[in-house]
């Protein structure tokens, strides 16, 4: 089967940084995507992750280490419109190229 | 370049009624997807086209849910007869897979409430 694991919750400080791990255990593995959702609306990508490294973009950053069955998307310089939820998705080989989702972690950034 | 449009956006029907949603994918995504999101979860994927085939159907309750993408383009979701359980926002997806990137775009989603 397939077993992703995110927090459920964090809480964070408007201006601060924030690591959102996400593990997972798959039975193959394509590569790792990190979505935003905020209530009420659909996800938006925000990163892919393939190789092993550190891929940066703007304020937010993506990690992934293959060996350890391990990601963490870093957020910072947080803004209060940063709170949403954060979610997890493995892209699984074989036919499909199918996504399995975590069940995200809900982030509150506050004053 | 317009996103996955999606209808209707909410939805409240009783238990053993039936009910149909509709997405319009973005132009020459070849691969469409349908997820199931309940509230507090991940969304769950139900079905997986590509072009007017389905890939992956392993995870929808067939005994009451089918999905259709006849000319490769526009796809329809059906529930009949639903059930509280099926309480949700279902959302549609496309990409450019097999001959583009991975990446999914999302549309915003119906949610359907079973009373």
């Known amino acids: 089967g397939q077993n992703i694991d995110q927090p459920t919750e964090m809480t964070a400080t408007e201006g601060a940084i924030v690591q959102i791990n996400c593990t997972y255990q798959?039975?193959?593995?394509?590569?790792l995507f990190w979505y935003q959702q905020h209530a009420g609306e659909a996800p938006t990508f925000l990163s892919y992750n393939v190789l092993d490294g550190l891929e940066e973009k703007g304020r937010f950053s993506s990690f992934l280490s293959r060996s350890k069955g391990y990601s963490y998307l870093l957020l910072k310089e947080l803004q209060m419109k940063d709170s949403a939820s954060y979610l997890c998705?493995?892209?699984?080989?074989?036919?499909?190229?199918?996504?399995?989702f975590g069940t995200g972690t809900q982030l509150k950034v506050e004053l | 370049e317009a996103g996955v449009a999606q209808s209707p956006r909410y939805k409240i029907i009783e238990k053993r009624q039936s009910v149909a949603f509709w997405c319009n994918p973005i132009s020459g995504h070849a691969t469409l997807y349908w997820y199931q999101q309940i509230l507090g979860q991940g969304p769950k994927l139900l079905i997986q086209f590509q072009n007017n085939g389905v890939v992956d159907d392993s995870q929808l309750p067939k005994d009451r849910f089918s999905a259709e993408r006849l000319k490769g383009v526009d796809s329809t979701l059906k529930i009949q007869p639903a059930k509280l359980e099926d309480s949700a926002v279902y959302l549609c997806?496309?990409?450019?897979?097999?001959?583009?990137?991975?990446?999914?775009?999302f549309g915003p989603g119906t949610r359907l409430t079973v009373t």
């Open positions: 798959t039975s193959g593995f394509n590569g």
């Open positions: 998705a493995v892209l699984l080989t074989g036919g499909g190229n199918k996504l399995t």
């Open positions: 997806a496309s990409s450019a897979v097999p001959t583009g990137t991975y990446e999914q775009y």
